[in-house]
């Protein structure tokens, strides 16, 4: 299928658009350029081909969707770009045209289709709250786990708790679903976003909770930023990592050396950068060394904005380059389940010896109290 489109949200964008003056600064730091090489895979040809189809120019072929479709949201060309252009924004729209004419990626309409029906994007057939052994009660601190951590990662999940049993935090797991991450950024409509966040504010608000940890950052990303756009948002959201940092932790020491990714989500996105390395600081005798690229530089590890499902290839590949940064560590630390699965796949492909770990599993064994 080919066709000329209507691209009613770009139509929000031409501005944007007109801005870019595509000087190509972006090429210098786009993880999927660096592997791709071609512009279409950069923010200014991404920005050209939005262009081409708000304004009829171009027909949306399978290299125009592939090309926005192979974005990882990672937001590091708006950090590079000297015109401050909102590239994530301009593609999103792009995404949401694309899909509202018909155009969405096989992979993609599968995850929807199991989000609407089953709640999560794996078509798995239970419920979060049914897999932890603990139901819903009224609590200071909700714990919203996110569908990676509850159905593939579920280690990271069981961590989290156990620090927060730990820690004598009066705590409750929520009936969540999934946040609605990946559903926006792949483009979908609207209206079915929005209903996901209804039943995950209803849900916490049933419990009368003050504060909402999570341990995913593109979910806390979702409740953060996108969440307050859509519906009233009465608690306060943490991510796990500040959860922490506030606290006075008793943890083992550890002689290992340590470095940490930033997920895109939590660190450009959100900004949160300090919380985690604070936490990692706090335990005795461990050496902390940073990646050459870290905090607001930090590479993508090429899991996000729906890439892994679709291109699995591309996002391997990038997070192999990210692992080889860090092979002079023996822990590469990471605080979102997506991108510890996504680091794992780099370093089976480059054979790199540093072990991928999510924060709060290398934090429980050290915690005492
Ligand atoms: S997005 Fe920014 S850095 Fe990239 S070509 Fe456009 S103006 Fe230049
Ligand atoms: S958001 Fe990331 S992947 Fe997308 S164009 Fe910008 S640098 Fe490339």
């Keep these: 299928m080919t066709e000329i489109i209507e691209a009613q949200h770009l ?76 590239v994530v924004e301009v593609v999103e729209s792009a995404r949401k045209d694309l899909v509202a004419n018909g155009f969405i990626l096989p992979q993609h309409s599968k995850i929807i289709n199991n989000i609407i029906s089953l709640g999560n994007p794996y078509g798995e057939r239970d419920r979060v709250i049914d897999r ?5 009660r009224n609590a200071e601190l909700g714990y919203f786990i996110g569908c990676t951590s509850a159905y593939r990662n579920v280690n ?102 340590v470095t940490y990714h930033d997920p895109c989500h939590l660190g450009r996105h959100c900004g949160i950068y300090e919380p985690p390395r604070k936490v990692l ?21 090429g899991g996000g904005g729906g890439v892994r499902s679709a291109f699995p290839d591309l996002s391997a590949k990038i997070a192999a380059r990210r692992v080889d940064e860090a092979e002079f560590a023996d822990f590469l630390v990471t605080t979102c389940p997506f991108c510890v699965n996504n680091l794992r796949l780099g370093k089976e492909s480059n054979g790199a010896k540093v072990e991928v770990i999510d924060l709060v599993e290398f934090i429980d064994p050290l915690l005492t109290g």
């Design 11 to 86: 139509k929000n964008e031409l501005k944007t658009l007109l801005t870019c003056t595509y000087c190509g600064f972006c090429k210098s730091v786009c993880p999927v350029f660096e592997g791709i090489g071609w512009d279409p895979s950069v923010a200014r040809g991404r920005m050209i081909l939005s262009y081409g189809l708000l304004q009829k120019e171009i027909p949306a072929d399978q290299s125009v969707i592939e090309s926005l479709f192979q974005c990882t949201t990672c937001k590091d060309c708006e950090r590079r770009c000297p015109s401050s252009i909102e």
């Design 132 to 136: 932890f052994g603990m139901r819903p």
């Design 156 to 257: 990271s999940a069981k961590a989290t708790l156990s620090i927060l049993k730990k820690l004598g935090a009066d705590f409750t797991l929520l009936d969540e679903v999934c946040c609605g991450s990946v559903m926006q950024r792949i483009g979908w409509k609207e209206e079915d976003l929005i209903s996901l966040m209804e039943k995950n504010v209803k849900a916490i608000e049933s419990v009368g909770v003050d504060e909402v940890v999570f341990s995913c950052a593109g979910c806390y990303r979702m409740f953060k930023e996108e969440y307050p756009k859509f519906v009233d948002i009465n608690f306060k959201v943490k991510h796990i990592s500040e959860y922490l940092a506030d606290r006075d932790l008793k943890l083992k020491p550890l002689k290992k050396k």
């Design 281 to 301: 600081q706090m335990i005795p005798d461990l050496v902390y060394n940073e990646m050459q690229r870290n905090k607001e530089t930090a590479r993508c590890c």
